[in-house]
Nanobody
Framework: QVQLVESGGGSVQAGGSLRLSCAASGFISNYVVGWFRQAPGKEREAVASIVSGNFSCYADSVKGRFTISRDNAKNTLYLQMNSLKPEDTSMYYC??????????????????????WGQGTQVTVSS
């Protein structure tokens, strides 16, 4: 059982930056990890994932602005968000799944792939 705890959310003006962190209770080097977000009244959507080693996948809406990374020594996942837009306003969730196999970006950006989820951290971007 892995517990995930997000932090780093907050309020920022458009064009600003935030870095989200996701601390895992256990060793996650053999886990595929990802970030998802959900705005009020909308479905949860994928933001980014690391599917193998440091191979990363991104939703088109965040490519070039967001960067996902991990520090296996600290059991922590990060999401650096730059050039934030009001439409990035959402609750952001980290997720993880144990797998010894390589996953494609198609699977890495699907909610159903993941076993463990955090409680979320709110990001609000004002115009």
């Amino acid at each position: 059982q892995v517990q995930l705890v997000e932090s780093g959310g907050g309020s920022v003006q458009a064009g600003g930056s935030l870095r989200l962190s996701c601390a895992a209770s256990g060793f996650i080097s053999n886990y595929v990890v990802g970030w998802f977000r959900q705005a009020p009244g909308k479905e949860r959507e994928a933001v980014a994932s690391i599917v193998s080693g440091n191979f990363s996948c991104y939703a088109d809406s965040v490519k070039g602005r967001f960067t996902i990374s991990r520090d296996n020594a600290k059991n922590t996942l990060y999401l650096q968000m730059n050039s934030l837009k009001p439409e990035d306003t959402s609750m952001y969730y980290c997720a993880a799944v144990f797998t010894p196999s390589f996953l494609s970006c198609y699977h890495g950006l699907k909610m159903v792939t993941y076993t463990y989820w955090g409680q979320g951290t709110q990001v609000t971007v004002s115009s």
